[in-house]
């Protein structure tokens, strides 16, 4: 312990802060310039999502770095340690397999900019807003909160919710008798509603597209629309549309099926 020299032990702790320091404040500056100079929301996730797998990846190799110089300084061969590695070296190699797919898989995901943070993707089995992509996992959060975290290497088909062009489609099931023309009009009206809508205006893209009468279910036709909307936006756009469909659906007197049904089903007034 005599031999020690603390002053190189803090010089090498103090350098491996700095280094630290140095590179979240450069990778921030890019970042700021990256954002502030790029419109594109797209672009923007894929922006962070690639920021904050390089930052884990430097601050990884960083720590690794320093633990072994600072192994060396304290006086414990590493020599031995890398020697140990041999002995090892079929566990190690069999471990490592796991480890390299894990990466390459995250090397794929980003460079062919397949899910970024924030979107809503379904992956492994597991559906959920990605909150954090390194080169090992990714990390999702479903609807009621839960996390789940995935494997790069296991990561198959990528099925993206939120990339490009992305739409809140309603089905709305009329009475096969019903005034079809009506319930577009219906339809059209409550995604204008939705646009003059200083809370959700902002996320609708365009005007809705009307389908018209897509297919038959029992006793009715049913109606598909689809209203352009901003990524990961599509299911509160779409249940605020709904809620505005249904209104005018009743307001206007046309009927769905169970309608119909209820209104052939009502008791008949008793005279007297």
């Keep these: 312990m005599d031999s020690i020299s603390w002053a190189r032990v803090a010089g ?25 100079g790029d419109a594109d929301l797209d672009s923007e996730k894929r922006a962070l999502t690639l920021i904050r797998a390089v930052r884990y990846a430097v601050g ?20 031995p340690l890398l020697g140990a590695a041999g002995v090892v070296g079929v566990a190690v190699g069999l471990a490592s397999q796991g480890v390299a797919k894990d990466v390459l898989g995250g090397i794929s995901i980003l460079l062919d900019n397949q899910l970024r943070v924030g979107d809503l993707v379904d992956i492994a089995g597991k559906s959920g807003t990605v909150e954090a992509v390194t080169l090992r996992s990714v990390k999702l959060r479903d609807y009621d909160g839960t996390v789940h975290f995935v494997r790069t290497g296991d990561v198959g088909t990528v099925t993206n919710h939120s990339l490009g062009p992305v739409y809140a489609v309603l089905d709305i099931p009329i009475d096969g008798e019903a005034d079809i023309e009506a319930a577009k009009r219906v339809l059209a009206g409550g995604a204008e509603t939705l646009r003059a809508d200083p809370r959700c205006g902002p996320r609708v893209l365009g005007s809705a597209e009307i389908a018209g009468a897509d297919r038959w279910d029992g006793d009715a036709v049913v109606i598909r629309a ?17 809620a505005r469909v249904i209104d005018g659906l009743d307001r206007t007197g046309v009927q769905s099926p169970t309608q119909r049904i209820r209104l052939l089903t009502d008791p008949m007034p008793r005279n007297g």
Excluded: N
């Design 12 to 36: 090498i702790i103090a350098g491996g802060s700095l280094v630290w320091l140095v590179t979240r404040y450069s990778i921030g500056t890019i970042r700021h310039v990256l954002i502030k």
């Design 60 to 79: 990884v190799v960083l720590a690794l770095v320093t633990s072994m110089l600072l192994l060396s300084e304290l006086g414990i061969s590493i020599a």
């Design 226 to 242: 689809r209203l352009p909307v901003a990524p990961s936006a599509q299911a509160e756009i779409r249940r605020e549309w709904l």
